[in-house]
Every structure is written in structure tokens, then in C-alpha cells.
């Protein structure tokens, strides 16, 4: 299974705050795959919420999604959407 990965720039005004943290980690949740979330240096657990919340991801911040498994590439799809939808939840 290969690891592929997906460089986004956080949209939402308020960043990755409680609510599209919370969605993010929803939608995670959903696959089989193993997903990490890595920003600057930080390396985090994509199916943990708080693990989202400790990147601190503040609006425009760049970070790095990473998916491992059978269904990586549909993973790295919608959390994608998530991360740069412009729309603030």
C-alpha cells in the first residue's frame, strides 16, 4: 500500500479550529487508511482530534496530509476539501 500525500493551505478564517477539526476527524474516521497530519515539525494522528487541535493550523498555515492504505486516494480527497473550503463551519 502506498503512502501518498497532499500539501493544503488551510482556508477557513478561524483555521483548524474545534468545528473542521472535529469534521476532519469525522471524515478520517470514515477510512481504513492510516492518515497523518503534519505541520512545520509537528507530526499528528489524523483520526484524533486532539491531535488536529495541537497543530495550532491558523488560516493560510500549510500543512501536509499523508494516507496509507487501500482507500488513501479518496482519504486524500475529501480531507482536502475540508482543509480548503473557504466556508467557515
Known sequence: MPLIKKQVIVKNKSGLHARPAALFVQVANKFESRITVKRD????NGKSIMGILM???EKDSVIIIEAEGDDAQKALEELGKIITNEVDR
Open 55 to 57: 497543530l495550532g493550523a
Open 41 to 44: 515539525k509537528e507530526e499528528v
